[in-house]
């Protein structure tokens, strides 16, 4: 459990409670091949955290399935290499997909939009998450 204590699990819960609870007044959309920060929590093991007091990620959006569920991939700025990472280039800097980690989420865990990977990018990520399969 390295650099995670009781103190961050119980925060997190207490914000889940009111991320679960709060009232679906979404008045944004989002789209496949966007990049947002997205409250994933602290979670079990080598699973992806989030960092900050929302325990957010920047994730990007793989697939829609309705106004409350999508697929997202988490995103990491740390240099990683390997078949279960895409790396990229964001806003200047290098960020990495982790493929491995795809995940389903509820809407109500976005925050903020930060931007769109190019299509090309965004194509070779869908080719090698289907060759995970």
């Known amino acids: 459990m390295e650099g995670k204590n009781l103190s961050d699990f ?3 819960t207490k914000l889940k409670i009111r991320i679960h ?3 679906s007044k979404k008045d944004f959309y989002f789209k496949p091949r966007e990049i947002w920060y997205a ?3 602290i979670n079990i093991g080598y699973e992806t955290d989030g960092k900050n007091d929302k325990f957010e990620r920047p994730v990007l959006i793989i697939k829609v399935f309705s106004k409350d569920v999508l697929w997202v991939l988490p995103l990491t700025s740390s240099d990683r290499q390997g078949k279960y990472y895409y790396q990229f280039n964001f806003n200047g800097k290098t960020s990495a997909a982790i493929l491995s980690q795809i995940r389903l989420i509820s809407s109500k865990r976005l925050l903020r939009k930060i931007g769109m990977i190019p299509q090309i990018d965004f194509s070779n990520i869908v080719g090698l998450i289907k060759n995970l399969l």
């Open 10 to 12: 119980v925060a997190w």
């Open 21 to 23: 609870l709060a009232e």
């Open 39 to 41: 409250s994933l929590g």
